[in-house]
């Protein structure tokens, strides 16, 4: 048996945490806990990078149940070694690719990074969304071309299954009943709710003093006591953390057409790119940021 069979492998801010776990709700699949180990792919994050070699033998707590096991690393579609280490290990592995319009997808994770306040533990001034451009850390999780052209170095496209997040919402039961398909998995009725398991901008909430507090209390907890409590919680999509005493309100920057002229240019060349080896249209984005940089 693989260590994985599915890799959901990109790209952040694309509705990859609802999707992960509206698919394992599937008899057929089960999910890692956590949802990205990060075992593969030297890209640990954002921000955190390591040449070390996977250590393999994680993934064996990783999953609880039998199906097909997804591991939700989103960050890998961008790691410049996930490919080659994945087609060593696990050649008929199948990856799903969900992406979103790179321009507001870029300006949705700088918006997080300031509320997780990442950047500055990592020495980064991501101030403004300019600055964060200029961080590589931010820019690559965008180049579509650039990445997609590397996978494609070691799997071919009929390993890939490719959405655009926005049919998320709008045709997720044809979306799902896609992934089976390309998974070889009977029909299965999800149940469908976009504010469950969503990293929505809402949720994201700057923790407080007595939230670290209680956040630490919780890690010295034994594994064995404290999981079961963490599967409830997750199963009803319930954070602790986002109560009121425990959290406050995050920052939550509006996208305008100055940020599209910061980095549209350089993402239309990615997104020709993409849709050139891949075939999938990206047209309506393209269409978009043009759009964008075109006004005043």
Not at 77 to 90: D, G, Q, T, V, Y
Not at 131 to 158: H, Q, V
Request: charged fraction near 25%; proline fraction near 4%.
């Amino acid at each position: 048996m693989s260590e994985v069979d599915i890799f959901l492998i990109g790209v952040p801010k694309a509705g990859t945490t609802w999707l992960a776990h509206t698919l394992n709700q599937h008899p057929g699949i089960v999910l890692s806990e956590p949802k990205e180990p990060n075992i593969i792919a030297s890209h640990k994050g954002t921000f955190i990078r390591s040449v070390e070699s996977p250590e393999w033998n994680k993934f064996e707590t990783c999953f609880q149940g039998e199906g097909l096991r997804l591991d939700a690393s989103i960050h890998a579609f961008s790691c410049p070694l996930a490919a080659s280490r994945i087609k060593e290990r696990i050649p008929h592995a199948k990856f799903i690719l969900c992406l979103r319009e790179p321009v507001s997808r870029s300006f949705s994770h700088w918006n997080m990074v300031l509320n997780t306040k990442e950047s500055k533990l990592n020495g980064a001034d991501w101030e403004t969304f300019e600055k964060a451009w200029s961080d590589e850390r931010l820019r690559i999780d965008s180049m579509y071309g650039t990445s997609m052209k590397n996978w494609l170095k070691e799997f071919s496209l009929d390993r890939f299954f490719i959405i655009d997040s926005a049919q998320l919402r709008a045709n997720q039961a044809a979306i799902l009943e896609g992934i089976e398909n390309f998974l070889q998995l009977d029909n299965y009725n999800f149940e469908f709710s976009h504010s469950r398991h969503s990293n929505s901008a809402a949720k994201r909430r700057p923790i407080t003093g007595i939230g670290k507090l209680t956040r630490t209390i919780f890690s010295i907890i034994p594994t064995f006591i404290k999981s079961p409590i963490v599967r409830i919680l997750q199963k009803r999509d319930l954070n602790i953390y986002n109560l009121p005493v425990l959290s406050t309100k995050g920052i939550s920057h509006n996208i305008d057409s100055s940020d599209f002229k910061i980095c549209g240019n350089e993402l239309l060349k990615e997104l020709e790119l993409f849709q050139s080896i891949s075939g999938f249209d990206t047209t309506h984005w393209r269409e978009e940021i043009n759009h964008q940089l075109n006004l005043n």
